[in-house]
């Protein structure tokens, strides 16, 4: 709060900021010793008392007429960092179906196989691929083709257990990666799936 701020002294802030700090112990005494150094430096810190939030310093010298000084700027920059967050999500997400975008599809396949090679638990992944959607889409437009998509889309996130994920993977073609699924019961859900898909009715 900016009446605290008043009159407190920059070792009184550090201390503050210590006791707020997630970093390690050491961190902002790092800080005050990097700021000891004739040229501009700067970072990034978090706090998380009594919210989270998101801070970055930038230290400059200045001449004063007692000697060499240093100025320390703190700018609050979490808003910058939510809407970064937020830009990295969209990113990884397909606009039009909601699901992972093949980006982040591929991003959750490498986990997933690092995973079960570390437990050795089994790892399934299923293709779909939605048969004669480009005549869909010559037939009844893109605007149809983009409500089948959303349909099978919906039928991929209702039939996955909790743990799956579902992936458009380009196009008409969707990735399913089941975890702690072998081969046989990729097969058992794959056909789930490829029925549910056939008994859609979309419009009238």
Same mark, same amino acid.
């Given at each position: 709060?900016?009446d605290?701020l008043h009159?407190?002294? /920059?070792?009184? +802030?550090?201390?503050?900021?210590? !006791?707020?700090?997630?970093?390690?112990?050491?961190?902002?005494?790092?800080?005050?010793?990097?700021?000891q150094?004739? *040229?501009?430096t700067?970072?990034?810190?978090?706090?998380?008392?009594?919210?989270?939030?998101?801070?970055?310093? *930038?230290?400059?010298?200045?001449?004063?007429?007692?000697?060499?000084?240093?100025?320390?700027? +703190?700018?609050?920059?979490?808003?910058?960092?939510?809407?970064a967050?937020?830009r990295?999500?969209?990113?990884?997400?397909?606009?039009?179906?909601?699901?992972?975008? !093949?980006?982040?599809?591929?991003?959750?396949?490498?986990?997933?196989?690092? !995973?079960?090679r570390?437990?050795?638990?089994?790892?399934?992944?299923?293709?779909?691929?939605?048969?004669? +959607?480009?005549?869909?889409?010559?037939?009844?437009?893109?605007?149809?083709?983009?409500?089948?998509?959303?349909?099978?889309?919906?039928?991929?996130?209702?039939?996955?257990?909790?743990?799956?994920?579902?992936?458009?993977?380009?196009?008409?073609?969707?990735?399913?990666?089941?975890?702690? *699924?072998?081969?046989?019961g990729?097969?058992?859900?794959?056909?789930?799936?490829r /029925?549910?898909?056939?008994?859609? /009715?979309?419009?009238?």
């Amino acid at each position: 709060p900016a009446d605290r701020l008043h009159r407190m002294t /920059r070792e009184q +802030f550090v201390r503050e900021l210590r !006791r707020s700090s997630n970093e390690p112990p050491d961190f902002l005494d790092r800080l005050r010793e990097r700021t000891q150094n004739a *040229v501009e430096t700067r970072g990034e810190f978090e706090i998380q008392w009594p919210q989270w939030r998101s801070l970055r310093w *930038v230290s400059k010298p200045v001449r004063l007429p007692t000697g060499n000084g240093l100025l320390v700027l +703190f700018n609050d920059i979490t808003a910058d960092s939510d809407l970064a967050s937020g830009r990295e999500q969209r990113a990884l997400i397909d606009e039009l179906t909601g699901l992972e975008n !093949r980006k982040a599809g591929e991003q959750s396949a490498l986990r997933e196989i690092a !995973r079960a090679r570390r437990t050795g638990h089994p790892l399934s992944f299923v293709l779909f691929d939605v048969d004669h +959607f480009k005549a869909v889409n010559d037939t009844y437009g893109h605007l149809a083709g983009d409500i089948v998509l959303r349909e099978v889309s919906r039928t991929m996130t209702e039939l996955p257990r909790g743990g799956d994920t579902a992936v458009r993977w380009g196009g008409e073609e969707f990735l399913v990666i089941l975890t702690d *699924v072998g081969i046989d019961g990729a097969r058992v859900f794959a056909e789930r799936v490829r /029925r549910a898909i056939e008994e859609l /009715r979309i419009g009238s």
